[in-house]
Structures are given as structure tokens and as C-alpha cells.
Nanobody, 122 residues
Framework: QVQLVESGGGLVQTGGSLRLSCVAS????????MGWYRQAPGRNRESGAS????????YGGSVKERFTISRDDAKKNTVVLEMNDLKPEDTAVYYC???????????????WGQGTQVTVSS
């Protein structure tokens, strides 16, 4: 199987920064994209940021200019989300996702992590 594990969430004050990390492991042939969605209480899950195998990045409108997604070249299959100038409306559970091809079936599927809580206090 394929697993995505997030780390780095927590509590921060308005204007502060946090760094989220997600590592994919398991029977991976290739990773097409990895990124982050987030879901605030009572709201739909929304796209945060993603990065392709070609390092093309994409951001949701509410996080542009404040969040940066990148690959951690020192760690295999790991992406990092740097979140700056955090606001109370950024409070949500952040879910790592990946569009990944399995090495055994060669089937491409979307996989999700368990989520990590980010809370921004005002």
C-alpha cells in the first residue's frame, strides 16, 4: 500500500509561521503530484497548494503569496509547506494528498494522509 504521513501542525499566533511536512512511502512507482488541502470546521475541503513531478506549483487563492510548497531534496518523496503570515482563517485540518502510481499495479490513484491540525489564534 501507499501511506502519506503529515507532521508539523500546531498552534501559532496571528502573523506567525508554521512548516508542514508530508512523506509518502510504500509501494510507489512514481509520484505525479503532492500537495495539501485543508478543511475548516463547517466548511468544504479546499485546495491549498500542490507541486508536480516537474516542480510546477499551484496555490489556492486564499494562500497565494503567503504559503510556499517545495520538495525536500534531502528526503525522498517529501514535500514541505511553509506557511507565513498566518491568519485565524487559516485554522483548519491540513491534509496531505498525492497522485501516485503504485509499483505493483501501475495504477494511479489519489492518496490522503490523516491530517494535521493548524490553529491560528487572534
Amino acid at each position: 500500500q501507499v501511506q502519506l504521513v503529515e507532521s508539523g501542525g500546531g498552534l501559532v499566533q496571528t502573523g506567525g509561521s508554521l512548516r508542514l511536512s508530508c512523506v509518502a512511502s510504500g509501494r510507489i512507482f512514481s509520484i505525479v503530484t503532492m500537495g495539501w488541502y485543508r478543511q475548516a470546521p463547517g466548511r468544504n475541503r479546499e485546495s491549498g497548494a500542490s507541486i508536480s513531478s516537474g516542480n510546477v506549483t499551484s496555490y489556492g487563492g486564499s494562500v497565494k503569496e503567503r504559503f510556499t510548497i517545495s520538495r525536500d531534496d534531502a528526503k525522498k518523496n517529501t514535500v514541505v509547506l511553509e506557511m507565513n503570515d498566518l491568519k485565524p482563517e487559516d485554522t483548519a485540518v491540513y491534509y496531505c494528498h498525492g497522485r501516485i502510481t503504485r509499483i505493483d499495479s501501475r495504477l494511479e490513484s489519489i492518496y490522503w494522509g490523516q491530517g494535521t491540525q493548524v490553529t491560528v489564534s487572534s
